[in-house]
């Protein structure tokens, strides 16, 4: 007799302890049940976790403990952070955007008509234009003012790059720290610049931001060789789903040491030496009665620019001595078109 209990006792509760004990019971529905002291499953990421259910996701793909969705067997509701919503129901995803549930599955992402908003973010509500006056049963008067103040995205630099210099053909790494100061969770932050090409961030994109956090960017400033040499102002910008923050600061791109060698020196001497030239046409033109005051003054102002170029380079001041003959040269081509245009008078018998 007592092997035969012995016998009946294994072969009933062996089945049972080599499975894991105990209930996960965190929700009343959409509970798949397992084993002989009802294991229970509702969460889940994808169908296969549900044995033999289907898995329903939230429409943000994070619903309880870090899991996607809950397991049932079908349904016409929605599920949201641990709560089922009916079909036909919308939830507020921005104030200005929601998710409809339709037979089971949450829409694509809708945006409100122009000049309406959803109001309650996270939970069902409906995009409706902001009333002024009294509307509700406790008497408490809800209008745009009020709404507004209630709902607001704000970003905040709290570091951000200001003026600095660079060179040719090097990179320099600056970092961009913003705070959500408003009372939304913003989403999909992005950094971009204007002014210039040659620049990257990483991370491209931030998912979203809290109310009260910060997010860093890196952004890479890579100079070519061939960049212009000159002051860059650049602006950089912040953006998300409805808040955006703005700055503007200068870049000062010098020329590298193969510039200076092979482009700047060259040009001052040439640029020096088509002055000269243009210099000895007009002197004969004017010796043979031309008026030649226009050349003059043309002349007069090509040569003082070179001579502060000249200065420039020999303090090694090569941006500025850069700009100098930038000047110079479109005197002088103004000059060489001059020349040929001075009449020399007629020499009379």
């Known amino acids: 007799m007592k092997k035969i209990i012995a016998i009946f006792f294994i072969m009933f509760f062996l089945p049972v302890f080599a499975e894991t004990t105990g209930t996960i019971n965190l929700t009343q529905v959409r509970q798949v049940t397992t084993g002989l002291f009802s294991y229970t499953v509702n969460l889940c990421n994808v169908t296969a976790d549900c044995y033999g259910m289907t898995c329903f996701t939230d429409y943000d793909g994070t619903g309880t ?7 049932n067997m079908s349904s016409t509701s929605c599920y949201h952070d641990n709560g089922a919503y009916a079909t036909a129901t919308s939830i507020c995803y921005t104030n200005t955007t929601y998710y409809t549930c339709t037979s089971g599955n949450w829409s694509s992402l809708s945006t409100c008509s122009s000049g309406q908003t959803c109001a309650s973010v996270g939970s069902a509500g409906s995009c409706a234009a902001p009333s002024t006056s009294t509307s509700s049963s406790s008497g408490s008067a809800y ?29 320099a790494t600056k970092y961009v720290i913003i705070k959500n100061n408003g009372n939304l969770t ?14 990257s961030v990483d991370p491209a994109k931030m998912d979203r931001s809290i109310v009260g956090s910060e997010t860093t ?21 912040v953006s998300s789903n409805n808040a955006s923050v703005s700055a503007t600061f200068n870049i000062k791109l010098n020329p590298s040491n193969r510039t200076v060698q092979e482009r700047i020196f060259p040009d001052y001497a040439n640029y020096m030496s088509t002055l000269e030239n243009i210099e000895a046409q007009m002197i004969d033109k004017q010796n043979q009665g031309a008026d030649v005051q226009e050349m003059q003054a043309l002349l007069l102002n090509a040569k003082s620019k070179l001579t502060q170029a000249n200065r420039s380079l020999e303090s090694k001041d090569y941006a500025s001595a850069t700009q100098l003959l930038a000047d110079a040269s479109g005197l002088l081509d103004e000059a060489a078109l001059k020349i040929n245009t001075v009449v020399v008078p007629s020499t009379r018998q």
């Open 65 to 71: 403990a870090g899991s996607a969705g809950w397991c």
């Open 143 to 171: 209008n745009l003012s009020q709404l507004a103040a209630q709902r607001v995205g704000s970003i905040i630099f709290t570091s951000r790059p200001i003026d600095f210099t660079m060179i040719q053909d090097t990179s």
């Open 186 to 199: 913003l989403y999909n932050l992005t950094l971009s610049a204007s002014g210039l090409s040659w620049y």
């Open 217 to 237: 960017f890196m952004i890479v400033f890579s100079a070519p060789a061939t960049a212009e040499i000159k002051t860059y102002p650049v602006t950089i910008t």
